[in-house]
């Protein structure tokens, strides 16, 4: 069964410097998505980024980018100039191309931005 | 589009009662998602639809849950009865038809608060 492993709980970044929040994740499919998604105090899940597994390139959204690494199974995410309202809590997860339809989640982490 | 729709955004009730939860999709989306947040649990997958089709439903704690979808529009999560830990915010989520080339993002409502005393 695929599974999804965010190892750090919470995280602080001093606004304007630059955060990279972890992920792992487990599969034996080749061909998948990776999301990240942002969950601010307002409670809605908001899509920050997505990655198809069959595309080399590492995604960019603004200030947001991946490192992404198949042969590792590493999905992490970077958040360049943070700013105030980045502050929430970050999922990482992942779905099948074919068959289930189903969205993996990891348990998230909360990011804190120090004015 | 006005994205998906929750009703109600927050719901306090006693034990024993009976809890209905509403979700309204984004229109021509072909999949329906129910989730419950907890601090200690995380995001759960409760169940999820595919044209309105229960497709997996082993997130269900129990057999006080059911959800219904009757229709591409509407879909219905039931607690009854109703108990303290059943306390959570539960969230609807759709998404259009996957495969390949397809991100199959799932676009998330406001989310209900439940409160069970």
């Known amino acids: 069964a695929q599974t999804v492993t965010q190892s750090q709980p919470e995280m602080s970044v001093q606004e304007a410097e630059t955060v990279t929040l972890s992920c792992t994740y487990d599969?034996?499919?080749?061909?998948?998505?990776l999301f990240w998604y942002k969950q601010p105090p307002s409670r809605q899940m908001i899509l920050v980024i997505r990655q198809e597994a069959y595309k080399q390139q590492n995604a960019t959204e603004n200030r947001f980018s991946v490192n992404f690494q198949k042969a590792a199974k590493s999905f992490s995410l970077k958040i360049s100039d943070s700013q105030l309202g980045d502050a929430a809590m970050y999922f990482c997860a992942y779905r099948r191309i074919y068959g289930d339809d189903k969205i993996i989640f990891g348990k998230g982490t909360r990011l804190h931005i120090l004015p | 589009d006005a994205g998906v729709i929750q009703s109600p955004r927050h719901e306090v009730t006693e034990m024993g009662q009976e809890v209905t939860l509403r979700c309204k999709p984004i229109?021509?989306?072909?999949?329906l998602f129910w989730y419950r947040q907890t601090m200690m649990r995380g995001l759960e997958l409760l169940i999820y639809?595919?044209?309105?089709?229960?497709?997996?439903d082993s997130g269900m704690p129990e057999d006080r849950f059911s959800a219904k979808m009757p229709n591409a529009s509407f879909s219905t999560l039931k607690i009854q009865p109703s108990e303290p830990r059943d306390s959570a915010v539960y969230f609807c989520a759709s998404s259009p038809a996957g495969g390949a080339g397809a991100y199959n993002e799932q676009f998330f409502g406001p989310g209900t608060r439940l409160t069970v005393l």
């Open positions: 639809f595919n044209n309105n089709v229960p497709i997996d």
């Open positions: 229109s021509g989306h072909d999949y």
């Open positions: 599969t034996s499919e080749s061909d998948y998505y």
